[in-house]
């Protein structure tokens, strides 16, 4: 008797699990070190305008990822993360470590 052949929607159930295990782990490594620099991931279906609103709500905005749904943001106060989750960011990342935030070069520094 041959045994059935396995198909790929067998496997979905795993790969899924695996990918949001992933995704997982490399948000909780890419958060943020201070809470007082951040850079938002805001939802890629909101407009410019609204992104820049809402992020424009929760800190100073000093610069943009090489998306337009991410945001650096600056606070003098350890609130920022919590306000950056109230205002619709969906992730909060580390600018530095991300590479996505890295501030500007002047020419007296190349």
Do not use: E, K
């Amino acid at each position: 008797m041959a045994q059935p052949r396995s198909s790929a929607r067998s496997y979905a159930p795993a790969l899924a699990l695996a990918l949001a295990s992933l995704v997982a782990v490399v948000a909780l490594g890419a958060g943020p070190r201070t809470p007082r620099q951040v850079a938002a991931v805001f939802p890629p279906w909101w407009s410019s305008a609204r992104i820049v609103a809402a992020a424009g709500q929760a800190g100073a905005i000093t610069g943009f990822g090489g998306a337009r749904n991410v945001v650096l943001v600056t606070a003098a106060d350890t609130n920022l993360p919590r306000r950056l989750n109230a205002a619709g960011a969906l992730l909060q990342l580390d600018p530095v470590l991300t590479g996505l935030c890295t501030p500007a070069l002047d020419a007296a520094h190349v």
